[in-house]
């Protein structure tokens, strides 16, 4: 009996064994400490994201609404109404009155001349 009790007394976690547990477990704490860091850094490129896009919402709302309405100041009938509403001494121009002048073709002419002025 003596015996048995000496064998189990002696036995001893050996300084090998504590130092491989130790190690283990600054490994896994330096692990999850990295984890935490690369997922905070997901999360604020994602609300980053989400920012930039509702930016981009918000400017292509601007701009619809700056083309409605640059439409409506540029309807031809409501520019005819608004000046009849103010008074104006304008006339329409009728169609054959008007006409087009393009640019000239040679461009080089054009330097030319401008060149010797």
């Given at each position: ?80 109404k608004t000046l009849?509403e103010v008074g ?30």
């Open positions: 009996m003596n015996r048995r009790r000496q064998e189990t007394q002696h036995q001893r976690i050996s300084p090998f064994a504590i130092f491989s547990i130790i190690l283990a477990m600054a490994i896994g704490t330096i692990g999850g400490v990295t984890h935490v860091v690369y997922r905070n850094c997901q999360i604020k490129t994602a609300r980053d994201i989400d920012a930039v896009e509702r930016r981009i919402e918000q400017h292509q709302l601007d701009i619809r609404t700056v083309e409605m309405r640059a439409d409506q100041i540029l309807n031809l009938f409501a520019i005819r009849e104006t001494d304008l006339v329409p121009i009728p169609l054959g009155v008007s006409e087009d002048i393009l640019p000239p073709d040679d461009a080089s002419e054009s330097a030319s001349v401008s060149a010797s002025l």
